[in-house]
Nanobody
Framework: VQAMASGGGSVQAGASLRLPCLAP????????WGWFRQIPGKERAEVAR????????EYVGSVRGRFTMFGHNAKSTVYLQMNELVPADTGMYFC????????????????WGQGTQVTVSS
């Protein structure tokens, strides 16, 4: 299924955003999920991942302690809570189910779903 991210915006440094990622019909707790960020001209990069059953969450160093990932099964939604935003957090954010234990996305035939732009100004 294509997962659709939303909730982005243009904010000042220090602000917070919560990005929901809707995966229609998905059993969130039965899958592993990842959040990714892409900057123009760069490869899509890992940001955070969550293991099955709302288990362990892991974050790349630059966001650890500021970002929190969690899921809501009834809403088929995975969230990325982003606090203390800094300009380096700027980019297009995507989510996807991933192969557990890796950062490899499990994409539908149509590829990545809708991303959401986050722009942080200093």
């Amino acid at each position: 299924v294509q997962a659709m991210a939303s909730g982005g915006g243009s904010v000042q440094a220090g602000a917070s955003l919560r990005l929901p990622c809707l995966a229609p019909g998905s059993d969130i707790s039965s899958n592993c999920w990842g959040w990714f960020r892409q900057i123009p001209g760069k490869e899509r990069a890992e940001v955070a991942r969550m293991f099955k059953n709302y288990g362990i969450t892991e974050y790349v160093g630059s966001v650890r302690g500021r970002f929190t990932m969690f899921g809501h099964n009834a809403k088929s939604t995975v969230y990325l809570q982003m606090n203390e935003l800094v300009p380096a957090d700027t980019g297009m954010y995507f989510c996807a189910s991933i192969r557990c234990g890796t950062w490899s996305p499990l994409l539908a035939s149509r590829g990545w779903g809708q991303g959401t732009q986050v722009t942080v100004s200093s």
